[in-house]
C-alpha cells in the first residue's frame, strides 16, 4: 500500500509533508495518532515509538535546521500546546496488565476546530467492534493537565 503524505504548514508559512492516515483507514488499534489542527492523522505504526513520529513533526513545524530530540511526554506536551490533539493507542508487545486502554491528550473543548471534533467522532466509530458490537478499547479523554475529560453538547451536537 503506498504511503499517503499529508501536506502542513510551519510556523513560518512554509509546506512540509508527513505520512497520513485517509480517515476511512483510522482505527483505534493503530499504535498512536498525531490529529493535526486541520483534523489529518498523522499515525505511529506498530513498530515506531511515539516519539520518534512526534519529534519528526515539531522539528519540521519548528523549522530546526538541528534536529531537537523530547522524550515522548515532553514532546506530546508541546504538540497538544500547539493545538494538536495526540492519540496513544495500544501497541504489539504493550502488556495489557499495565495499559489498561488508550487515551486522547487534547486542550479544552472550546479550543477544538471542528475538524478535529469530526476526526475524534471517525477514531470513536472505528472502537465499535465488528461480530461483538461492543466496545474494543476502553478510551479516555484527558486534558493536559491529567484531569478526566467529559464531552458536552456543543451547539446541539453530542460527541457522546
Known amino acids: 500500500m503506498e504511503q499517503k503524505l499529508g501536506t502542513f504548514i510551519n510556523k513560518n508559512g512554509g509546506t512540509f509533508t508527513m505520512p497520513i492516515v485517509e480517515k476511512e483507514d483510522v482505527s483505534v488499534l493503530e499504535g498512536g495518532y498525531l490529529i493535526t489542527k ?16 512526534f519529534n519528526e513533526y515539531l522539528n519540521k513545524y519548528e523549522c530546526r535546521e538541528t534536529p531537537v530530540h523530547y522524550d515522548t511526554a515532553k514532546a506530546f506536551t508541546i504538540l497538544v500546546n500547539y493545538g494538536n490533539i495526540v492519540y496513544m493507542g495500544r501497541k504489539m508487545g504493550d502488556n495489557l496488565n ?51 475529560y467529559e464531552f458536552k453538547e456543543k451547539e446541539g451536537k453530542s460527541l457522546h
Open 98 to 148: 499495565t495499559i489498561e486502554g488508550a487515551y486522547i491528550v487534547l486542550m479544552p473543548y472550546e479550543d477544538l476546530t471542528e475538524e478535529q471534533e469530526e476526526a475524534i467522532d471517525i477514531l470513536k466509530k472505528s472502537n465499535v467492534g465488528k461480530v461483538f458490537k461492543g466496545e474494543i478499547v476502553p478510551l479516555t479523554f484527558i486534558h493536559l493537565d491529567s484531569t478526566m
Open 38 to 53: 486541520d483534523g489529518q492523522f498523522i499515525p505511529v505504526k506498530d513498530g515506531q515509538d511515539h516519539d520518534k513520529v
